[in-house]
């Protein structure tokens, strides 16, 4: 254990009067240290197995911070794997409303709308002309057009699968665009705070329980199976810190 690490747990036993503190709250405590939060995290386990009165499990394990992104725990315990075979692309097409985009984001779209627009319905055509590729939902937020009330824009169909156009263009080299981040993201979430401070969660859906049964068979953590579009979003640097987090954890057996 670091210096820093040794200081906390110091602190924590004159502190806490024999017990300890969630990490997220551990970790404003040990930034007086000029600690990191995994440090907290580093520090608490410690504590855990250190006859502390605390016991956590897979059901009340705490939020965590991992950079400036809150992290809820579904994204470590939850074993998920797309099975495009089986759901056929459910999640494009059912639902209220669009999947959440950026400004910047449109303006990727609009631009790759010309190499794309003969793979979209003449219906999703008509939204596009008629509103354009996005529009503000209920709740205020950007989202893509949708057609019918349903289908994103920007479906198309290949034996019976529902495809992102967006992304068909893009892995055919034929757009550098490959689609906004939510859906690249899904089924994990993410909301805005205050500041640069976002966090992120897993979103259940009766449409994946067969992603959630082959996840479970792969023995796939959700934060393993979105590596890619968490890097994409956070950066590498972040996605391995969250990867350090996740080892600590496994360690004090809190995940499995």
């Known amino acids: ?54 016991r956590m499990s897979k059901m009340n394990l705490h939020i965590l911070q991992v950079g400036n992104v809150l992290v809820s725990p579904d994204i470590f315990t939850e074993k998920f794997c797309c099975d495009l075979d089986i759901c056929k692309g459910a999640c494009c097409v059912e639902g209220d409303a669009g999947a959440p985009v950026s400004l910047d984001e449109i303006g990727q779209i609009e631009a790759s709308l010309d190499t794309v627009w003969p793979d979209l319905s003449a219906s999703a055509q008509a939204v596009i002309d008629k509103q354009g590729v996005a529009y503000t939902d209920a709740e205020g ?54 500041g640069d401070l976002v966090g992120i969660n897993y979103h259940r859906w009766a449409i994946c329980s067969c992603a959630v049964r082959k996840g479970e068979q792969l023995d796939l953590p959700l934060y393993r199976f979105l590596e890619g579009p968490l890097v994409r979003r956070f950066g590498r640097e972040w996605y391995n810190e969250l990867c350090a987090v996740a080892e600590e954890l496994k360690k004090g057996g809190f995940i499995e």
Do not use: W
């Not at 036993?13 to 995994?38: M, N, W």
């Open 141 to 194: 937020e950007l989202v893509t057009s949708i057609v019918n009330g349903k289908d994103c824009v920007f479906t198309c169909y290949d034996k019976g699968t529902c495809l992102c156009a967006l992304e068909k263009a893009c892995r055919a080299g034929r757009s550098r665009f490959m689609k906004p981040i939510s859906c690249a993201l899904y089924p994990v979430r993410e909301k805005r705070f205050d």
């Open 1 to 54: 254990m670091c210096d820093k690490c040794r200081k906390f747990v110091e602190h924590s036993f004159d502190t806490f009067e024999g017990g300890v503190k969630a990490p997220e709250r551990q970790g404003v405590v040990l930034r007086k240290y000029g600690g990191s939060f995994l440090c907290a995290l580093k520090a608490f386990l410690y504590l855990c197995t250190h006859n502390l009165q605390l």
